[in-house]
C-alpha cells in the first residue's frame, strides 16, 4: 500500500508539476508572440514606406531623363537615333552648306549606316551631306576625318562616277531611278541636312 501510494504520489507530482507549467508556458508564448507580430506589422510599415519614397524618386529621374531627351533637339530639327536633323530649305554649295551648319552649332550629317540613309531619304531631290574627296580622288572622307565605308551604304546607280572632269562632294539623291549617294561638283547650289549628335 505505502509502496504504491508513494510511486503514485511522484506520478502524480510530476502530473501536477506539468499542467502547472503548460499554462505559464502557453501564457509566456501568447505574450512573446504579440511582440513580434507588432514589430512585423512595424517593419512592414517602413519597408512598404521606403517603396514609396523609393518609386517617387524613380517616377522623379525618369521623367527627368525622358523630359531631357525629348527637348534636346532644337525645334524645327528632326530626331533619329540619338541626333537632331536640320533639312535646309535654301540652295547654297557645298562649302557655304557646311559654313550654316557649322554655325548651328552642328557640321553637315555624317551617314553611318543604311538605316541611318533611309531616314533622311526622301526629303528632298538631292541634299549635300558631310564627304568629300577632295584630298585624294577616289578616297571618301566624312567632316569628322572618318572614311566613308562604301560598301556599308546605298550609292546611286553607277556612283561615284567623277563625272564632268571631277566630282569631289557627296549629296543624298531621291530621284527617279536614281537614289542613293553620288558624288557632285561641290559649287552647285543643293540643299543640306546638318546633322547634331544628342
Ligand atoms: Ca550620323
Ligand atoms: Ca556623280
Not at 531623363?65 to 536640320?86: M, N
Not at 572622307?141 to 562604301?150: A, L, Q
Not at 553607277?158 to 564632268?164: E, I, N, S, V
Request: include cysteine.
Amino acid at each position: 500500500m505505502a509502496v504504491v501510494f508513494n510511486s503514485n504520489g511522484p506520478q502524480v507530482s510530476v502530473e501536477v508539476g506539468e499542467y502547472e507549467q503548460f499554462p505559464k508556458n502557453g501564457q509566456a508564448d501568447t505574450t512573446e508572440k504579440t511582440l513580434p507580430k507588432s514589430r512585423h506589422i512595424y517593419v512592414v510599415l517602413v519597408g512598404f514606406g521606403l517603396l514609396c519614397v523609393l518609386q517617387a524618386v524613380l517616377n522623379i529621374t525618369l521623367r527627368l531623363s525622358h523630359s531631357t531627351t525629348e527637348e534636346s533637339c532644337p525645334q524645327g530639327w528632326l530626331q533619329f537615333s540619338g541626333s537632331c536633323y536640320y533639312i535646309s530649305s535654301q540652295r547654297r554649295s557645298w562649302d557655304n552648306s557646311r559654313q550654316d551648319c557649322l554655325q548651328r552649332d552642328a557640321d553637315l550629317v555624317i551617314i553611318d549606316s543604311r538605316q541611318e540613309q533611309a531616314f533622311l531619304t526622301g526629303f528632298t531631290k538631292a541634299t549635300w551631306i558631310g564627304m568629300s574627296d577632295r584630298d585624294h580622288e577616289g578616297i571618301w572622307i566624312w567632316v569628322n576625318g572618318t572614311p566613308v565605308k562604301k560598301n556599308r551604304l546605298g550609292w546611286a546607280p553607277g556612283q561615284p562616277d567623277g563625272a564632268f572632269g571631277g566630282e569631289d562632294c557627296g549629296d543624298l539623291r531621291t530621284m527617279m531611278n536614281f537614289i542613293g549617294l553620288n558624288d557632285s561638283n561641290c559649287s552647285v547650289r543643293s540643299q543640306w541636312i546638318c546633322e547634331k549628335i544628342l
